[in-house]
């Protein structure tokens, strides 16, 4: 009884953290807070520095090769700049230490596009196949996508 | 009873039209409300009920591969080799807007030798047939249809990484056993029933774990194969049912289920010739034991009654899941399904493809 209680408060905490965030920013500046965490070593496992511009590089090429959504990134034209600002993200939320991230909120970047969460997806998948390219485990591919799930609140948006 | 295969043959066809018509909807050219946007592996597989989930247990998550921007659906065969059953399940199901799922299964499961035993000796017993057995030695197959829905409530199980708040979803299925002469025997209530659920499904990333736990209100033997309710126990009751599935890979995933059930027939007879629970027959050899009739005849009796107890077990699996693409699936498991009515240890392999459009 006493455990059922624990687990009830904690459904009613998260329900609680759920609409804390629903509608406000989630935390470009900060490492993620998941439940459970991802691992600390998450960063240096991704290949640290070297690890995350490989990484990101191979996802605006799945990106672009991607019918289903390259149209809108070709149509915004600004592929360098958001190689660069994603390498500074996921280096963040990764755990990177001494890094930053300049660039404008997932919400700010995203709201007037309508993205949908099948474009979204798209770019999940995309994210996934750039893990391959670069030999980077699907466990530790996982920690990554754990980390920028919460943006889907963000930027999806239809 | 050759009736029960064309049957299949018949309800094959039906699955295979759904399955065309939402092909036909697939067409490029009406891009309209199809769509297929779910990542790899999310929308779960079929069960034997029908409805997306595990093996055995339906889960949170919507059928077919569409988000909210669409419908989608599958189709399923499964295939379940037990030492005395076999189990076939084939069905559809479709997900509208990642929202609500309907789903139809029919599932044939032909009773091998345990009732080729039983129907060979109800008939012998009963000399003249005074009611129905429903058992046809070497010709008996259990049918049932089973027609699913699932609303999906509230919650998110991708992507909320940062809250423990669960994807929920209520669910039900209505259930309709066909063979009416075989639940008598069996000792069941009813062949038909609905069942109602609530699933919640969390994945945890950081951890590549699914989690899902399911609630049954059912009154369900044998997930309804044998009925619903027995002689004295009618009631639906809560009974709960847990899947984990570990993420190896973006497209592999193994895990275990278990579920709960009831006890409704557990431990009673059948009955034989007219209306005889052979549990009687066993309070008679214990009693003939009891005043020292033994010996050989009594443990015959004895033989007798065990072999005609029925059993009920909780179910358990584990099974290992490959999606080559999103637009087929494997499932490979292996089951134990504990004893089923007469028949104890019905451990076995199961096998499950489906297909998505
Ligand atoms: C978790 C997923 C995503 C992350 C982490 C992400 C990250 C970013 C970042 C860091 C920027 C640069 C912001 C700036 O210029 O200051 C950006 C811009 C952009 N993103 Fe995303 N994004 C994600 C999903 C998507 C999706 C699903 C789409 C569309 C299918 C998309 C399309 C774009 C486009 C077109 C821009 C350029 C906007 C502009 O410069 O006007 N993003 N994104």
Redesign the pocket.
Known sequence: MKSYNKLLAAGAMSVLSMSAFAGSETPEGKVQATYPPISSDAYEKFGGEYGVARWTEALFKYIMADNR?NH??AA?G?ID??IA??KQ?VSVMLGAPGVEYQ??S?SA??EE?K?TLT??N??VEDAYLACEDVRTPYHTCNQLIAA?AP??RS?VTR | MNGNIRGFGCKAATVLAFGASIAAVSSPAQAGIYDAGKVLATSGVNIIDGAAGGGITPWAVIAGYETNQGINGSIHYTYANLPNYSLNSLGAAIGFYDRLELSYAYDLLPTGSTFNTVGLLTNTLAGVVVQDSGIDPFNTAIRMDIFGAKLRVIGESIYDSDSLMPQVALGGFYKINHNQELMKTLLANKTKDFEAYVAITKIFFPLDLLVNVTVRYTAANQTGLTGFGGPNKNKREFRPEVSFAYLLAKNIAIGAEYAAHGKNTDGRGVAVGGNVDTSVLGSITGALNNIGIGGPVGNLANNLNDTLTQRESDWFDVFFAYFPSKNLSFVAAYANLGNITLTPKQTGAYFSVQASF
């Open positions: 959504i809108i990134f915004h600004k700049r958001q600002l994603n993200l660039g404008a997932m970047a995203h596009m993205i474009q979204f798209a770019v920028l943006f889907k930027i």
